[in-house]
């Protein structure tokens, strides 16, 4: 029932955002306004947050409402993938992150993949773009697309940042726990047999 609820809230928060950004009627705006604190009240009781943290996370977001777009890399050295392990929560992840305006997805996965790990990549595939409400990731205020790239290492040296304190290449039966709100371990097993079917499409949902 917590997914659906979640859902319905991402729906209304949706319908708020879209009619603040072309309601000029100010009894509409107050409607809107009433609609996305409803939403906000949904999702802050199924997190058990305060309210205004998020209505605040939802103030960040301005015009049409559409899904966010995280980009992840599978960077290969022989039989082993690159993983970097995340500062805010000990576990290990592909590395990647929101797409930054200005930037095309295979820009933004080698800006992420040398910001986290320190190595140097070049975007040679697309793997795959899922809807994240489709995989079991645990849930989020926002609706996003994931899109991985199979990425061929061209230089650098392991290097951790602001966000990661751990870098390291890992064989498939070797792979360590997981930051599932970011990656998954079936999203983890696709981009092993995407390296094992080179001649594979892109999968998508």
Wanted: aromatic share 10%; net charge negative; hydrophobic share 40%.
């Amino acid at each position: 029932m917590d997914s659906a609820w979640l859902e319905w809230a991402r729906k209304l928060q949706a319908i708020a955002q879209n009619g603040l950004t072309f309601s000029q009627n100010p009894f509409d705006i107050e409607r809107y306004e009433s609609i996305r604190r409803i939403a906000a009240e949904m999702m802050a009781t199924l997190a058990d947050v305060p309210v205004e943290r998020v209505l605040d996370l939802f103030a960040q977001d301005v015009g049409y409402a559409t899904p966010k777009v995280d980009v992840r890399g599978a960077v290969f050295q022989g039989d082993t993938l690159l993983l970097v392990r995340e500062r805010s929560d000990g576990l290990w992840t592909l590395p990647g992150g929101w797409a930054d305006i200005g930037q095309t997805p295979a820009e933004a996965v080698v800006r992420e993949i040398q910001e986290e790990s320190g190595y140097h990549t070049r975007a040679v595939k697309l793997l795959a773009i899922y809807d994240r409400n489709k995989h079991p990731h645990p849930p989020m205020p926002h609706h996003a697309f994931k899109i991985f790239f199979r990425c061929e290492l061209l230089g650098g040296e392991a290097t951790t940042s602001i966000e990661t304190d751990g870098v390291g290449f890992f064989a498939e039966d070797e792979i360590p726990a997981l930051s599932t709100g970011r990656t998954t371990s079936g999203q983890i097993a696709r981009c092993f047999e995407h390296a094992r079917h080179p001649d594979w499409l892109a999968d998508f949902d």
